[in-house]
């Protein structure tokens, strides 16, 4: 309760909230139901016993917020990391780069008990920023396996671009520090590498399916590092069971410091459910808490993009974290002096404490997803013209699995809450529930108490009668 009351700050508007709510002049949030409005069900929903989130939660203490500002002040000493720059250089360009986040992830991995496996992927593309013509790139990966044979080629993506640019993307001779764009992404991606793969070597949480820490090249050149790491996962055999982007995540200038991060998700052209992504971003938000996370129902940020859109474009979960306020003086800018005001995205405009928020919130987020059982399949409501509402799914045997949670919420409303538990796939009638008044869905919860990510009922689309010409 300490740190969500640190993270939110002391804003007039969340006192004036607090104090609507203790006379009661704002209405409970959870299935609220108005006073004109019928029962669902008359007598009341089931009251299933919940099992509590898994034990053993990354702690905000164990984060190294000197090692991710030692690897931040390595990336911006290279000069520029503009992906048109020097790979062969070790002082100067996005090689240089490259090599500081290997050569972090190779102290992290002798920690790790040889379970983390540093990557270089090495690959060429083109795009409009490459002026057409092929290049080459490099993406950096650290791979720690899944223990479960059955989700092991289950994987799970945290990741942060470490290129960078000036004003002119095309300039590799102009400095471009990068340290919130997006430096600030690749020393949360390490350092939840460091805090997941200890955890792991001590013999304490078992990951039941893969995380892939990356840190990709390309992103400013058209995002071609991610568009490869979709290519590369699905080559390797994987499915994407999450991918969490972390983009200008390092800055936090406005009063009341440190703030929620926000979380952005899109929701394709679903109609009557949700995207996996947007799922994916509810999971996280209930794993951090609501005190941590800000969830931004949109894709990105208003006319920007960012290396989750290939994911989510793919159709897989993908979601992206950024701060709270951006300052545009200090992204995407060749460093200067104009007018008295300064340019530039440099390391003195972090905030470390806000940073180090993020990092915990990614890595906890990880590592219940990495916990979980894999998601129900089939997820179906029928129950039309009928009272009752009837939730089915499938599910391949598990037996590391409890069972399964059914959800449901208002169709306005924006979180899931609990129905019922079902030990075992099937049907389960829920009497007295109007199919009409709310979205269902179901998720799958581990005997360590690790839930799946939500996946949300399919419907029957019925095609309206015809009328019948008349001559």
């Known amino acids: 309760m300490a740190n969500c009351k640190k993270r939110v700050g002391k ?60 690897l931040i002040g390595k990336l911006v000493a290279c000069g520029t990391r ?47 920023r490459t002026s057409g013509k092929p290049i080459p790139l490099e993406n950096v990966y650290a791979i720690l396996p899944g223990s479960d044979p059955k989700l092991a080629k289950t994987i799970f993506i945290v990741s942060g671009h470490f290129d960078s640019r000036p004003s002119n993307v095309m300039d590799p001779q102009a400095d471009a520090p990068g340290a919130d764009d997006d430096a600030s992404g690749v020393a949360v991606s390490v350092e939840c590498a460091r805090l997941l793969s200890k955890a792991g070597a001590k013999g304490g949480t078992s990951y039941r399916a893969t995380i892939l820490f990356a840190a990709v090249s390309g992103e400013e050149q058209g995002l071609l590092g991610s568009t490869h790491l979709v290519d590369w996962v699905k080559q390797q055999g994987y499915t994407v069971g999450g991918m969490l982007d972390d983009d200008i995540v390092g800055a936090d200038p ?22 996996p992504s947007r799922e994916l971003a509810r999971t996280i938000e209930e794993i951090d808490g609501r005190g941590a996370i800000r969830m931004i129902f949109r894709v990105d940020r208003y006319g920007r993009g960012g290396d989750h859109y290939p994911f989510y474009k793919a159709g897989l979960p993908a979601v992206r974290f950024t701060e709270p306020l951006e300052d545009y003086n200090h992204q995407h800018q060749t460093p200067r002096t104009e007018n008295g005001i300064e340019y530039g995205d440099f390391e003195k405009y972090l905030n470390f404490t806000f940073m180090g928020d993020v990092a915990r919130d990614n890595a906890e987020a990880l590592r219940q997803l990495a916990m979980a059982p894999e998601p129900p399949s089939k997820a179906r409501l029928t129950g039309a013209v009928t009272p009752d509402a009837k939730v089915s799914w499938s599910a391949d045997d598990d037996l590391e699995r409890a069972g399964f949670e059914i959800l449901w919420r208002e169709t306005s409303d924006t979180r899931w809450q609990v129905y019922d538990f079902a030990a075992a796939p099937g049907e389960t009638v829920l009497k007295g529930v109007s199919t009409d008044n709310h979205f269902f869905a179901v998720r799958a919860v581990g005997k360590n108490a690790a839930r799946s990510i939500a996946v949300p009922t399919e419907i029957e689309r019925r095609p309206p009668p015809q009328p019948t010409p008349t001559k």
């Open 11 to 70: 804003s007039m508007v969340e006192a004036a909230l607090l104090a609507l709510l203790a006379v009661g002049t704002i209405p409970a949030m959870a299935q609220q139901v108005a006073p004109r409005d019928p029962t669902e069900p008359a007598k009341g929903k089931p009251q299933p016993k919940m099992l509590a989130r898994p034990a053993g939660s990354v702690a905000r203490a164990s984060v190294d917020e000197k090692s991710m500002r030692a």
């Open 82 to 128: 503009l992906t048109l720059s020097s790979w062969d250089d070790a002082k100067q360009g996005i090689g240089c780069g490259r090599d500081a986040i290997t050569g972090r992830l190779n102290e992290i991995a002798k920690d790790s008990g040889g379970k983390l496996q540093v990557i270089v992927d090495k690959f060429e593309s083109t795009s409009e």
């Open 254 to 275: 406005a009063a009341g410091a440190p703030h929620r991060v926000r979380l952005f998700s899109g929701n394709g052209e679903i109609d009557d459910a949700d995207s």
